[in-house]
Structure formats: structure tokens, C-alpha cells
């Protein structure tokens, strides 16, 4: 794991670089295969949701309705049984549900049973809740361990970082959108919170708010909007 390794941009690598990348590299493929962004030949991108779902997640939900927008939200496990209705609602509106583990740890540092466990009842919980058995997995923070290319392949899930980070659970909402705008981009894979890790009532409404300005603002540049599983394909 020491050895130097050609990074995404070219820079070599070595040492505690090295494991930097591995762990929280957006292309990193080290300890398990993910994706950061769809395919280039589409005027398309998607928005993600992490942390949820909240008691504060239905009110992004009339904002995605009243634009007949699909996303995809990856969902804590802990989470859903607390705010259930609000689970099936997403799936009920067409949205895509991932997996974001069941209590939302920083995954490094523990050993693989312990990775796959979170995933494995995040997956259950989800599943005995709305319906839904997740195909995409995106870990807390972005971080990455042992044991999580074999708990994926159990599992049967894709994992999916970021091309731009929303930055929403620290930042005003036109900070947010101002950055999202900058950085949206053919297939861009945008990830915001409807959530705040596994709390109750989280305040979201700098999150509604960069929202609700961005999608009229970037369908005006041309772009559309899809879920994760629809941007990572060539064709509609």
C-alpha cells in the first residue's frame, strides 16, 4: 500500500499520499471500484442528497416536484425507520434511494466485518422500509477502507463519489450555488445534504435554498436532470 501510484492527475504518489488518495481519492479505485461522474456526451447531471432522510427531507421534495426533477438519495439506515413515511415518499415520487451506511461512521480504521455490517443493515433497512433493495453505495465523508470492495460485491452495489462537493452543511446558499454552478458540467455528479449525519429536525434550508435557485439556473443553461443510475449510461 506504500508503493507510489499514478494519481487522476497525472502526480505520483507515495507513502502517506498515497494512502490519502486511496481513502478519499474521488477516482480511487483502491479499496473498492466507484464512479465520480457520468458520461461527457450528454448535456446532463445529477443532483444526490446524502444523510437523509430527515424530518426536514419533504420540503426539498415539493421543490424537486414542483420542477419534475429526479434525484438520487442516499440514505443512513438508522435514519429510516424513525422517518419512514418520508422514505417511501422519495421512492413513491420516482427518486433513486442508495445506500449510505447505518450510522454514518468514518469507515477507516475498522476492520471488514465491521464495514460490511454497516452497509449490510443500512441495505435491510432500507429495504424492509420502503421496497427498495439499493444499488449504488456512497461512503460517509468519502472514505474508503479494507473490506469494502469484498462487503460491494456482497451486496451487489456501485459506489459513487462526487465531481463537486455542495459543501451545504457549512456553507450560506449562495455560496453553495455559486460553486455548483462554476463547477456543473456534462454527466457532474452534485452532492448535497437533506440530512445532517443521523439527527433529528436537521436545518437544511441553505440546502432548499441552493436548490431552488439552481435548477431553473443551470435547465437555462441547457442542462437536464437525472438520476445516478440514468447519467452513468450513453443513452437516455
Known sequence: MLETVIGATGAVLGGAGFMGYAVRGR???????????????????????????????????????????????????????????????????????????????????????????????????????????????RAPYGVRWFGLRSAQQRLKVMGVMWTVLGRDWRWPAPRISGLLMRRASNGAILCLHDGRTIRRAPDIRPTIEAVEYLIPALKQRGFQFETVSQILCPTN
Do not use: K, W
Open 27 to 137: 477516482s480511487s479505485h483502491v479499496f473498492a471500484p466507484s464512479v465520480y461522474r457520468g458520461v461527457r456526451s450528454r448535456r446532463a447531471l445529477a443532483l444526490t442528497f446524502d444523510d437523509g432522510p430527515s424530518e426536514s427531507t419533504p420540503a426539498l421534495l415539493e421543490v424537486l416536484a414542483e420542477h419534475n426533477v429526479s434525484a438520487t438519495f442516499f440514505m443512513c439506515g438508522r435514519n429510516v425507520p424513525r422517518c419512514a413515511g418520508i422514505a417511501r415518499q422519495v421512492a413513491a415520487q420516482g427518486h433513486e434511494i442508495g445506500n449510505h451506511t447505518d450510522s454514518h461512521p468514518h469507515l477507516n480504521f475498522h476492520l471488514p466485518e465491521f464495514v460490511y455490517r454497516e452497509l449490510a443493515l443500512a441495505q435491510e433497512t432500507i429495504h424492509a422500509n420502503t421496497g427498495v433493495t439499493p444499488r449504488l453505495f
